[in-house]
């Protein structure tokens, strides 16, 4: 089994057929399809059902994925360890994240990386949910995933804390503060509330303080992406709670914002899967940790 075999496999999986693969990696489509067959041949099992349009997983295919994608990432971190030897940083550093944490930690972080190591290209993939994020870095599609902390740490995902942000109420233009600028849980229950589907941060949290005071969540917009909740927020609505990084940017366009009482704080995690990391991913999280300004 060849290096370029499994990357032609992947491929085909992450573009959806052969003839998308192979303009994706710039080579012949009979090249690309014979490489498949040679790796099916060796495997003793077909990988894809070939279809008049399209291509389907077989059950075998989608066994190999999550070992494909580990075998090429692991052979990325041996030669980025043999560049690092002979003083090269170069190569690619795979990142996930949450969409409100692509602002802030990461976009500074990724700055400051970029112009130590003008040599290594990032590639940075967004998921609305924490669960996407720690699937990523368990497949090796990502050497690191920024999302909020576990209540209950995966066994099988190494993690540290990168550090907190507070959650704030951004309330429409014009609307009157609460009394000494505070907004009390009680409070915001009573008002109309824009933000994300079930299983996202901020829902459940409300979701929790709702059920714990036998009232219901009065939500009127649902949203996909929170970055969209900042928007909705200045068209008046409804209020949402919003990281503050994100809530920075709804004030800027007239919204107003106050704090929680009690404060509300969202702690954020760096995972990895246990064992070492390449070059860059140690550097970045290095520099993501805070331990040199």
């Known amino acids: ?16 057929g052969f003839t998308a693969a192979a303009a994706a990696l710039h080579v012949a489509q009979p090249s690309l399809s014979h490489s498949i067959k040679v790796l099916e041949r060796e495997l003793g099992a077909e990988l894809f059902h ?51 944490l692509a602002l802030d930690p990461l976009a500074e972080v990724i700055g400051r990386f970029r112009a130590r190591h003008p040599q290594v290209r990032v590639r940075l993939k967004q998921w609305e949910f924490g669960e996407g994020v720690h699937a990523a870095v368990r497949s090796g599609e990502a050497e690191l995933g920024l999302a909020d902390a576990m209540p209950h740490p995966a066994d099988d995902l190494e993690s540290a804390l990168v550090g907190e942000q507070e959650l704030v109420v951004a309330l429409p233009p014009g609307s009157a503060l609460p009394p000494e600028g505070r907004m009390t849980v009680e409070d915001l229950l009573t008002r109309d509330v824009v933000t994300g589907f079930e299983g996202t941060l901020v829902r459940d949290l409300l979701r929790a303080e709702a059920g714990r005071r036998g009232v219901e969540l009065n939500v009127v917009v649902e949203v996909g992406h929170r970055e969209s909740a900042l928007h909705l927020v200045v068209a008046g609505a409804g209020c949402a709670v919003l990281p503050q990084p994100l809530a920075s940017l709804a004030e800027l366009k007239g919204a107003v914002l106050c704090s929680m009482e009690p404060p509300l704080n969202r702690r954020i995690n760096v995972f990895q899967r246990p064992g070492r990391l390449s070059p860059a991913a140690q550097e970045f999280q290095r520099m993501l940790l805070h331990q040199d300004r």
Not at 1 to 12: D, I
């Open 1 to 16: 089994m060849e290096r370029r075999q499994l990357e032609y496999f992947l491929a085909v999986v992450d573009h959806g």
């Open 50 to 100: 070939r279809l008049p349009r399209s291509v389907q997983l077989t059950s075998a295919g989608a066994a190999l994925i999550d070992s494909a994608r580990r075998a090429l990432r692991e052979l990325e971190i041996g030669r980025a360890a043999v560049r690092d030897v002979t003083g090269l940083m170069a190569g690619r550093l795979d990142l996930v994240t949450l969409p409100t």
